[in-house]
């Protein structure tokens, strides 16, 4: 037989009533993400539009240099040996 003497019972918890300002929710973590998510697909744009412009960049002076390898080229020179012949 199990006997209870507990000298101090531990009270049952009360139910408590807010008053109506605190029972207004607010989630900051979720205005965040948002804000986050926002930022984040804007400067992945901007890389992407930036990466763009360096590439188109790149590519015209790639097409300026072969084009003045293009006019400048040198005629190979005659060699001695072949004017001993």
Known sequence: MILNNDQNPKPKPKPYVCP??????WDPWYWMFLASAGINIVLGFA???????LDKRDTEEARLELAECEIVKIQPKESIADKVK
């Not at 890389?47 to 412009?53: G, K, Y």
């Open 20 to 25: 109506l300002g605190c029972e207004k929710s």
């Open 47 to 53: 890389s992407m539009v930036f990466v763009w412009f």
